[in-house]
């Protein structure tokens, strides 16, 4: 295939799985020889979570206002401008890896501005908002090929939508995740205050209902009457959804359990963290803890099991989708007391020294390069669909 101009369109520069997503693979189609460049809405002072190899074009969000559904309009609203009134460049590919940069597309493409575009689907949310569910919808209905990442999603696509997605994978970075010490490891560790004797178990994407972090905090609170050493870290939750309630009853519950609250304390919730400090703190953690209600892959599953470390998944899709039994700590995601039994096993009786080869496994399965090479078949499919010549 010869080289190609590809627009990879995210919904903001928060470390997220989508963005994450859409971050790497631009990279890896870079790193074959395309033109890439990665396009982001990003409200003023804020960046990408990290340097990218390939081109960034970052949108400017002035004075976003209103409720959510005033301020997902407005990111639409935002990348429509953009390419209506830039002096754009013009792509061979327009790829939205979202819902708001899917209707962004879904606009030009009615206004005749570009003939074709693909949106990847993560995962799909239920919104109390007509409008919201409706642009989410719309996002992948008006586009002209659909990926996604699980069996879960395709097959969810085609039983509600008809819409036959094509499968694609997702990847792990061995280089920056894998489970070599390195110098700032320690670092991290004093600076968050984490154990050096009892387990440090690792739950990544903050405070929020799919993450289902009620139930880990209930899970670690009933841990804690046979590890009293045990620390649990909560890390990460930069989103633009309103998880304010959800939020308002974890404090309640942890107010309610006593549980103490800090560096160095039980329970650490860090908030975001620098993108630096993600790989060292997989590296440190005893187990990952990932009882999901709702995920679109799990990107950090692989991360932890690259990184060395044991995980704790939900025993349904789309965990069983690409992991095999003994890859992780099996657990149902809605009995506190399977969470509270998975995350003491990981950390006491899982056979650690079988990780190596289930890291490299996973990593020969899904690496990015991998996935970029599955994606440039996808475009050339959608060329012979559209009858342009790009061979």
Known sequence: MQKLKIAMLTHSVNPRGG?????????????????????????????????????????????????????????????????????????????????ISGCALAELKQAGMIRTFIRTVHHLDRFDDDRLNAWQTASFLAADYVLCVSRLWQDRLLQDYGIAAQ???????????????HA?????????????????????????????????????????????????????????????????RFAVELAASGIADGPGQPLLVTGPLPDADLPPLFRLADALVF???????????????????????????PFTGYLRRDDGVWCDPERVDSIAGAMLAAAETFPRSRLPAIAERLAAEYSWQRSAQTHLNHYRSLFATQGTAHA
Do not use: W
């Open 19 to 99: 963005v994450v997503h859409a971050l790497e693979l631009a990279e890896a189609l870079h790193d074959l020889g395309h033109d890439v460049s990665l396009i982001a809405p990003a409200e003023l002072g804020k960046d990408l979570f990290r340097p990218v190899r390939c081109k960034t074009v970052l949108i400017p969000l002035m004075g976003l206002a209103g409720d959510l559904v005033a301020t997902v309009g407005q990111r639409i609203q935002a990348y429509v401008d953009y390419f209506v009134h830039s002096n754009r460049e013009d792509y061979d590919i327009y790829h939205a890896q979202d819902a």
């Open 167 to 181: 499968l694609i994978n997702n990847g792990v970075d061995t280089r920056r995740f894998n489970p070599l010490p």
């Open 184 to 248: 700032n490891d320690e670092a991290l560790r004093r600076l968050l205050g984490l154990n050096r004797g009892g387990p440090v178990f690792l739950a990544v994407g903050g405070v929020e209902r799919r993450k289902n972090t009620l139930r880990i905090c209930q899970a670690f609170r009933q841990l804690l009457r046979q590890r009293p050493d045990a620390q649990l870290v909560i890390a990460g939750g930069a989103s633009l959804l309103d998880h304010d309630d959800y939020r308002r």
């Open 291 to 317: 009882p999901s209600l709702t995920e679109g892959f799990g990107l950090v599953v692989l991360e932890a099991i690259a990184s060395g470390t044991p995980v704790v998944v939900s025993d349904r899709p």
